[in-house]
Protein backbone atom coordinates (compact mmCIF):
# COMPACT_ATOMS: atom_id res chain seq x y z
CA UNK A 1 0.00 0.00 0.00
CA UNK A 2 0.87 3.47 -1.02
CA UNK A 3 1.15 5.95 2.25
CA UNK A 4 2.59 8.64 0.51
CA UNK A 5 2.21 9.56 -2.54
CA UNK A 6 3.80 12.90 -4.19
CA UNK A 7 2.82 13.52 -7.79
CA UNK A 8 4.24 16.15 -9.84
CA UNK A 9 5.37 18.52 -6.60
CA UNK A 10 7.09 21.77 -7.86
CA UNK A 11 8.53 24.57 -5.77
CA UNK A 12 10.56 27.45 -6.44
CA UNK A 13 12.05 30.26 -4.01
CA UNK A 14 12.22 33.55 -6.13
CA UNK A 15 13.77 32.56 -10.06
CA UNK A 16 15.24 29.47 -8.01
CA UNK A 17 12.86 25.92 -8.84
CA UNK A 18 14.09 23.95 -6.16
CA UNK A 19 11.20 21.05 -6.87
CA UNK A 20 10.42 20.72 -10.65
CA UNK A 21 7.76 18.52 -11.02
CA UNK A 22 8.30 15.73 -8.68
CA UNK A 23 6.82 11.97 -8.57
CA UNK A 24 7.34 9.39 -6.33
CA UNK A 25 5.59 6.89 -3.90
CA UNK A 26 6.30 5.46 -0.49
CA UNK A 27 5.27 1.85 0.42
CA UNK A 28 3.63 1.58 3.55
CA UNK A 29 6.25 -0.35 6.46
CA UNK A 30 9.45 0.71 4.83
CA UNK A 31 12.02 2.86 5.00
CA UNK A 32 12.63 5.18 2.03
CA UNK A 33 16.08 6.88 1.85
CA UNK A 34 16.38 10.64 0.40
CA UNK A 35 19.81 11.25 -0.68
CA UNK A 36 21.12 14.75 -2.57
CA UNK A 37 24.18 17.70 -2.48
CA UNK A 38 22.95 20.08 0.06
CA UNK A 39 20.87 22.42 -1.08
CA UNK A 40 19.43 20.04 -3.82
CA UNK A 41 15.68 20.17 -2.34
CA UNK A 42 15.60 17.10 0.26
CA UNK A 43 14.44 19.37 3.65
CA UNK A 44 12.02 21.44 0.69
CA UNK A 45 10.49 18.28 -0.27
CA UNK A 46 10.21 17.04 3.35
CA UNK A 47 8.40 20.40 4.57
CA UNK A 48 6.12 19.93 1.26
CA UNK A 49 5.05 16.55 2.74
CA UNK A 50 4.45 17.60 6.18
CA UNK A 51 2.95 20.27 4.88
CA UNK A 52 5.06 22.99 6.65
CA UNK A 53 5.48 24.12 3.09
CA UNK A 54 2.69 24.40 0.12
CA UNK A 55 3.97 23.53 -2.90
CA UNK A 56 3.36 25.91 -6.43
CA UNK A 57 1.39 22.97 -8.07
CA UNK A 58 1.21 18.74 -7.97
CA UNK A 59 -0.38 17.05 -5.02
CA UNK A 60 0.39 15.05 -1.98
CA UNK A 61 -1.81 12.30 -0.30
CA UNK A 62 -0.88 10.41 2.76
CA UNK A 63 -2.61 7.69 3.51
CA UNK A 64 -5.01 8.17 -0.08
CA UNK A 65 -5.97 12.23 1.65
CA UNK A 66 -4.98 15.12 -0.26
CA UNK A 67 -2.54 17.47 2.09
CA UNK A 68 -3.59 20.90 1.33
CA UNK A 69 -4.38 24.45 3.49
CA UNK A 70 -7.77 23.27 3.68
CA UNK A 71 -7.22 20.12 5.99
CA UNK A 72 -4.13 18.83 7.38
CA UNK A 73 -3.71 15.16 7.16
CA UNK A 74 -0.30 14.78 8.99
CA UNK A 75 -1.87 14.41 12.46
CA UNK A 76 -0.15 10.77 12.68
CA UNK A 77 3.50 11.45 11.84
CA UNK A 78 6.52 12.42 13.82
CA UNK A 79 8.93 14.45 12.31
CA UNK A 80 12.35 15.90 12.71
CA UNK A 81 13.77 18.72 10.30
CA UNK A 82 15.71 21.18 11.39
CA UNK A 83 16.55 21.30 15.31
CA UNK A 84 13.75 21.18 17.27
CA UNK A 85 13.39 24.20 19.82
CA UNK A 86 13.23 23.05 23.19
CA UNK A 87 12.34 25.08 26.96
CA UNK A 88 15.90 25.57 28.05
CA UNK A 89 15.19 25.65 31.73
CA UNK A 90 13.03 22.31 31.66
CA UNK A 91 14.54 18.75 31.50
CA UNK A 92 13.72 16.51 28.60
CA UNK A 93 10.71 14.96 30.53
CA UNK A 94 9.46 18.43 31.53
CA UNK A 95 10.15 19.15 27.75
CA UNK A 96 8.17 16.32 26.37
CA UNK A 97 4.94 16.32 28.89
CA UNK A 98 4.90 20.11 28.23
CA UNK A 99 4.30 18.81 24.43
CA UNK A 100 1.93 15.62 24.88
CA UNK A 101 -0.17 18.00 27.09
CA UNK A 102 -0.25 20.91 24.45
CA UNK A 103 -2.03 17.85 22.10
CA UNK A 104 -3.70 15.80 25.03
CA UNK A 105 -2.92 12.65 23.26
CA UNK A 106 -0.99 10.72 25.64
CA UNK A 107 0.17 10.63 28.76
CA UNK A 108 3.14 10.65 31.32
CA UNK A 109 4.00 6.53 30.95
CA UNK A 110 4.35 7.51 27.05
CA UNK A 111 6.56 10.43 27.20
CA UNK A 112 8.92 8.50 29.71
CA UNK A 113 8.86 5.57 27.16
CA UNK A 114 9.91 7.67 24.01
CA UNK A 115 12.65 9.47 26.01
CA UNK A 116 14.33 5.87 27.08
CA UNK A 117 13.83 4.58 23.66
CA UNK A 118 16.10 7.43 22.59
CA UNK A 119 18.22 6.72 25.12
CA UNK A 120 17.79 9.60 27.53
CA UNK A 121 16.63 8.77 30.84
CA UNK A 122 12.69 10.38 32.08
CA UNK A 123 14.74 11.23 35.69
CA UNK A 124 17.67 12.95 34.50
CA UNK A 125 16.57 16.40 36.33
CA UNK A 126 19.44 17.88 34.01
CA UNK A 127 18.24 21.20 32.05
CA UNK A 128 18.08 20.91 28.02
CA UNK A 129 20.34 24.19 28.25
CA UNK A 130 22.87 21.34 29.61
CA UNK A 131 22.74 19.16 26.74
CA UNK A 132 25.04 18.52 24.84
CA UNK A 133 24.12 18.29 20.58
CA UNK A 134 23.47 14.90 20.71
CA UNK A 135 21.98 14.79 23.82
CA UNK A 136 19.48 17.35 21.93
CA UNK A 137 18.82 15.63 19.18
CA UNK A 138 18.18 12.31 21.15
CA UNK A 139 15.45 14.57 22.94
CA UNK A 140 14.11 15.19 19.13
CA UNK A 141 13.94 12.08 18.03
CA UNK A 142 12.00 11.25 21.04
CA UNK A 143 9.62 14.15 20.43
CA UNK A 144 9.43 12.33 16.97
CA UNK A 145 8.04 9.07 18.22
CA UNK A 146 6.34 9.92 21.46
CA UNK A 147 2.98 9.71 20.24
CA UNK A 148 4.05 6.88 18.53
CA UNK A 149 3.35 8.01 14.60
CA UNK A 150 2.78 5.50 11.69
CA UNK A 151 4.82 8.22 9.69
CA UNK A 152 8.52 9.25 10.35
CA UNK A 153 10.09 11.99 8.50
CA UNK A 154 13.69 12.04 9.46
CA UNK A 155 16.32 14.91 8.37
CA UNK A 156 19.54 14.04 9.35
CA UNK A 157 18.58 12.10 12.15
CA UNK A 158 21.86 11.00 13.21
CA UNK A 159 23.51 14.28 13.42
CA UNK A 160 25.80 14.93 16.28
CA UNK A 161 25.09 11.37 17.52
CA UNK A 162 27.88 9.51 18.70
CA UNK A 163 29.01 6.06 17.22
CA UNK A 164 27.24 4.37 19.99
CA UNK A 165 23.89 6.45 19.45
CA UNK A 166 23.89 5.63 15.93
CA UNK A 167 24.03 2.32 16.18
CA UNK A 168 20.86 2.78 18.87
CA UNK A 169 19.21 4.87 16.47
CA UNK A 170 19.55 2.39 13.49
CA UNK A 171 18.23 -0.49 15.60
CA UNK A 172 15.28 1.83 16.77
CA UNK A 173 14.45 2.62 13.42
CA UNK A 174 14.41 -0.81 12.26
CA UNK A 175 12.40 -2.15 14.89
CA UNK A 176 9.51 0.81 13.95
CA UNK A 177 9.51 -0.15 10.98
CA UNK A 178 9.07 -3.79 12.00
CA UNK A 179 6.05 -2.39 13.95
CA UNK A 180 4.39 -0.66 11.25
CA UNK A 181 6.40 2.68 11.29
CA UNK A 182 6.93 4.24 7.33
CA UNK A 183 9.86 5.95 7.48
CA UNK A 184 11.10 8.94 4.59
CA UNK A 185 15.22 9.01 5.90
CA UNK A 186 17.08 12.10 4.55
CA UNK A 187 20.60 11.59 4.75
CA UNK A 188 24.43 12.10 3.75
CA UNK A 189 25.86 9.23 5.52
CA UNK A 190 26.01 6.28 2.84
CA UNK A 191 26.28 3.44 5.57
CA UNK A 192 22.67 4.29 6.95
CA UNK A 193 21.03 4.65 4.20
CA UNK A 194 22.63 1.16 3.08
CA UNK A 195 21.62 -0.35 6.44
CA UNK A 196 18.33 1.14 7.11
CA UNK A 197 16.94 1.92 3.63
CA UNK A 198 14.53 0.09 1.59
CA UNK A 199 14.75 1.88 -1.42
CA UNK A 200 16.03 4.93 -2.45
CA UNK A 201 15.64 8.20 -3.83
CA UNK A 202 18.25 10.79 -5.02
CA UNK A 203 17.19 14.57 -5.69
CA UNK A 204 19.32 16.25 -8.53
CA UNK A 205 18.68 19.24 -10.33
CA UNK A 206 14.94 19.60 -8.71
CA UNK A 207 14.14 15.96 -10.60
CA UNK A 208 14.12 12.93 -8.30
CA UNK A 209 16.02 9.56 -9.47
CA UNK A 210 15.44 6.14 -8.46
N1 LIG B 1 12.37 29.33 2.92
C1 LIG B 1 13.20 29.41 1.90
N2 LIG B 1 13.34 30.55 1.18
C2 LIG B 1 14.15 30.62 0.11
N3 LIG B 1 14.93 29.59 -0.32
C3 LIG B 1 14.84 28.45 0.35
C4 LIG B 1 13.99 28.29 1.50
N4 LIG B 1 14.12 27.01 1.95
C5 LIG B 1 15.03 26.43 1.14
N5 LIG B 1 15.45 27.28 0.18
C6 LIG B 1 16.40 26.95 -0.91
O1 LIG B 1 16.00 25.73 -1.49
C7 LIG B 1 17.12 24.95 -1.86
C8 LIG B 1 17.01 23.56 -1.29
O2 LIG B 1 17.18 23.65 0.12
P1 LIG B 1 17.05 22.40 1.06
O3 LIG B 1 17.16 22.90 2.45
O4 LIG B 1 15.85 21.62 0.72
O5 LIG B 1 18.34 21.54 0.67
P2 LIG B 1 18.79 20.13 1.25
O6 LIG B 1 18.82 19.15 0.13
O7 LIG B 1 17.98 19.80 2.43
O8 LIG B 1 20.31 20.45 1.66
P3 LIG B 1 21.19 19.92 2.88
O9 LIG B 1 21.80 18.63 2.42
O10 LIG B 1 22.22 21.00 3.06
O11 LIG B 1 20.31 19.77 4.08
C9 LIG B 1 18.35 25.75 -1.42
O12 LIG B 1 18.83 26.45 -2.51
C10 LIG B 1 17.79 26.71 -0.40
O13 LIG B 1 18.53 27.89 -0.35
MG1 LIG C 1 18.38 19.60 4.40
Do not use: W
Not at 23 to 44: A, H, M, Q
Not at 109 to 138: F, N
Not at 173 to 195: C, M, Q, R, W, Y
Amino acid sequence: MKIIEVENVSKSFSDRKVLDSVSFTIEKETICGLIGRNGSGKTVLMKCICGFLTPDSGSIRIRGRLQNRKQDVSGNMGIIIESPGFLENESAYGNLLYLARLRGLIGKSEVKEAIRQAGLSPDDHKKVKKYSMGMRQRLGIAQAIMEKPDILLLDEPMNGLDEQGVTDMRTLFLSLKENGVTILLASHNTEDIALLCDNVYRIDGGKIHI
